[in-house]
């Protein structure tokens, strides 16, 4: 499979352009989909094999990027992109799965952690990341917590908020919001 011609970058003004594009816009190169990020990855890689493409927000992946050298430390996304049978197949293995997810929006990343006190750190990087680039979050943690040690992160808000591209598109009002649960 030729993963890299599977990947579609979404810019902020919501045009689509490849990877090779993005890559030598972003100063990137070879596996590279972000500065700390790789499509060869379990995740990203799975996200291609699953659904024969990955997409990938460009805004998301900034986040992720400052996010990652901030903290200065690895970093684990263990969800992406999403179907939506994959979101009805969560939901009924009893997670707490939104029944409409930014996942499947592709706007939104899950951010694997070992301990409460990693995730609470994390929201804190995550929040300085947001702000650096200037790019508007939710963060999901608090309602998962101490059985589920993640960080949700999607750029929702950037898009679907007041004077966002796709505001005026039907969305869950939530998305909005740049909020915290």
């Known amino acids: 499979m030729n993963y890299e011609d599977s990947i ?6 919501l045009t689509e352009i490849t990877l090779k594009e993005w890559q030598k816009e972003y ?14 990855e379990r995740t990203f890689r799975r996200n291609i094999e699953d659904y024969g493409s990955l997409v990938v927000y460009a805004d998301l992946m900034r986040v992720l990027d400052a996010y990652r050298e ?9 969800s992406f992109n999403r179907s939506e049978a994959k ?8 997670y707490k799965a ?20 990693e995730v609470r750190e994390a929201v804190a990087h995550m929040h300085m990341a947001a702000a650096q680039t200037g790019v ?26 007041k004077g966002g591209l796709l505001s005026h598109t039907p969305h869950p009002k939530v998305w909005e919001a740049e909020i915290e649960w």
Request: glycine residues 8%.
């Open 98 to 117: 939104a029944k409409t997810s930014p996942h499947v929006a592709k706007m939104a990343a899950d951010v694997d952690l070992l301990t409460e006190a």
């Open 70 to 78: 901030i903290s200065g430390k690895p970093c684990r996304v263990a």
């Open 8 to 13: 579609i970058i979404v810019k902020s003004d």
């Open 136 to 161: 508007k979050c939710r963060f999901g943690w608090r309602t998962y917590l101490p059985k589920q040690t993640f960080v949700h992160l999607d750029v929702c808000p950037e898009y679907y908020g």
């Open 27 to 40: 100063g990137l190169s070879g596996t590279q989909i972000g500065k700390h990020y790789s499509y060869m």
């Open 87 to 94: 979101q009805e197949d969560l939901r009924r293995r009893g």
